[in-house]
């Protein structure tokens, strides 16, 4: 009904309920707004041209959902086998099927990680065990344990793999630090693709000597060494071109503005701290990577079976139908002066599957025709000046951390993706995604130039070099929550520097005695709709 003029309202009566008009708009409401053409674009501001190009087609693609989540490892083996056995016929290795392999015999082969976790959790244990309300998981929970227990396979079996024989000293030069280290059971997880060279004892158990990864594709980055080493200052806002990225404004009922405030002014290019001033007229482009509203706490228990449940859950829907009004508000008037891409999170009422599809445009109902607002999936993939950004709202590292022991470092996790040629590794197993059956669009066919991950505890980045691939490097970035840190990460196109803004705490009345007549506007409204709160 928010979208009808007057009019439609009144054909709406005239009619005596839903009208063809009205039926008409909820059924183009059902569309998700993003770019209906992923040509590229060149867009403007203050007279600086940017090439914008969205590349994600590949996780827009709709899957018919009774498929078997098997094909999916199929299909994701299929896609990285060839490129490891280049890698192993390199070093005179010729793999075989897991079929083949015998006991007592020297072989190597390629094949599916799956790990059985004793630790993981069960859908099944839970409804044979749980009380009619069971605490949720925690995020930071680890389910990795000392009796976890290593398969590899492939089409034609599997076989259990020991790699108490594995050491550091035995892996090859294309391995980067983070990976270049002695490998345990704990560090890998289900659904990486890995070619190994081993023994078999007489109990058919394989003794991993080797790992081989997945070749790297071949890199048309214009970012190198060479690219990043520019003159150009950091400090030297009037010469930069910047790229905002922000993630987790966990926006609900509570929310302090204040600092929300600051990001606004800062975004439309009238900031309250002066001397952002010229950093601020030289943004491009704003990414907003997920988990926009926040989550409700209703959902840490679990009411199923409840005579509550339809209780709670008619809450839950008018509460994030509030959040979502403040979310509109918020966006729209980021909007105005800036391109914004928003992407979903797994507090975001869209898909909880990966890959996540753009919110719908209904949510967006004041920015309904601005074009500069676009609703992208997660994760999101696309291009500025030819310089290539994949990036997430940050389940897939998160899942990594979960269900591996591979590093406590985030930067760590997401620079091992890239050399795994896969950056959602755990998607089926432990992450939600769709049944893919004939590609998994989570393989890396092209390296990243900036690869980003939201919501993270605190910002963290790392320059990466690929030295096999003619100096090419990557920019990882981990941008924080910004209900937890009020800060927003800022990258420079012209020379890949990156940096982190942390707004201080001001007075309200600091605030009053900057705002424009848009934020008498916003300030006027806020205080209206705390007023109407504390009536009630």
């Known amino acids: 009904s928010t979208q009808s003029t007057w009019e439609d309202r009144m054909e709406i009566e005239r009619e005596g309920g839903l009208s063809k008009l009205l039926l008409q708009k909820l059924t183009e409401s059902m569309h998700p707004m993003h770019s209906e053409s992923y040509a590229e674009v060149v867009e403007e501001r203050e007279g600086l041209q940017v090439k914008y190009e969205n590349t994600s087609e590949r996780f827009m693609k709709r899957v018919d959902r009774p498929n078997q989540y098997a094909n999916l490892y199929f299909c994701r083996l299929n896609q990285l086998r060839g490129d490891i056995e280049s890698v192993m016929a390199n070093r005179g290795k010729s793999p075989i099927r897991i079929i083949e392999v015998r006991p007592n015999m020297s072989a190597a082969i390629i094949g599916t990680v799956y790990k059985d976790m004793k630790l993981k959790p069960s859908i099944l244990k839970k409804l044979a ?123 609900n009922e509570t929310t302090n503005m204040l600092p929300y405030v600051l990001f606004q002014q800062f975004v439309i290019g009238n900031p309250t701290l002066p001397h952002l001033a010229q950093l601020s007229e030289r943004v491009v482009r704003v990414v907003i990577a997920g988990n926009s509203i926040a989550e409700h706490p209703d959902l840490k228990v679990s009411l199923l079976g409840s005579y509550k449940m339809m209780e709670v859950y008619n809450k839950m829907a008018a509460d994030t139908s509030k959040w979502l009004e403040r979310l509109d508000d918020y966006v729209s008037s980021l909007a105005k002066t800036i391109p914004i891409d928003v992407m979903p999170g797994p507090t975001d009422p869209t898909d909880a599957f990966l890959p996540q599809q753009p919110l719908n445009k209904i949510y967006f109902s004041k920015a309904y025709n601005n074009k500069n607002l676009t609703a992208v999936t997660n994760p999101y993939e696309f291009r500025l000046n030819g310089i290539r950004f994949l990036g997430t709202a940050g389940q897939n590292v998160e899942d990594l951390m979960k269900y591996s022991n591979f590093s406590a470092n985030e930067l760590d996790v997401m ?122």
């Open 415 to 536: 620079e091992a993706s890239l050399y795994w040629r896969h950056i959602a590794p755990t998607a089926p197993d432990t992450l939600k995604c769709e049944p893919y059956r004939d590609e998994d669009p989570f393989v890396l066919h092209e390296l990243p130039d900036v690869y980003f991950v939201g919501n993270a505890n605190k910002f963290s980045t790392k320059l990466v070099t690929f030295s096999n691939l003619r100096d090419t490097v990557g920019r990882l970035i981990c941008i924080p929550k910004f209900a937890d840190t009020q800060s927003f990460v800022v990258l420079n196109l012209l020379n890949m520097d990156v940096f982190e803004v942390s707004l201080p705490s001001v007075s309200y009345t600091h605030l009053r005695a900057h705002e424009t007549p848009e934020h008498l506007v916003c300030r006027l409204l806020l205080e209206k709709k705390n007023i109407s709160l504390e009536q009630e």
């Open 129 to 251: 065990a749980e009380a009619p309300q069971v605490p949720k998981e925690k995020a930071d929970e680890n389910f990795v344990s000392e009796d976890d227990v290593v398969y590899i396979e492939d089409q034609t079996g599997r076989i259990k793999a020991d790699f108490s024989s594995y050491s550091a000293g035995t892996t090859h030069d294309d391995f980067p630090s983070c990976l270049n280290k002695k490998i345990s059971s704990s560090d890998i997880c289900t659904g990486q693709i890995i070619g190994m060279e081993g023994n078999t004892d007489e109990t058919g158990v394989f003794r991993v000597n080797r790992i081989f990864l997945p070749s790297l594709p071949p890199s048309k980055s214009i970012v190198t060494n060479q690219y990043v080493n520019r003159s150009s200052s950091l400090r030297d806002f009037s010469k930069g071109i910047f790229v905002v990225f922000v993630s987790g404004l966990e926006l």
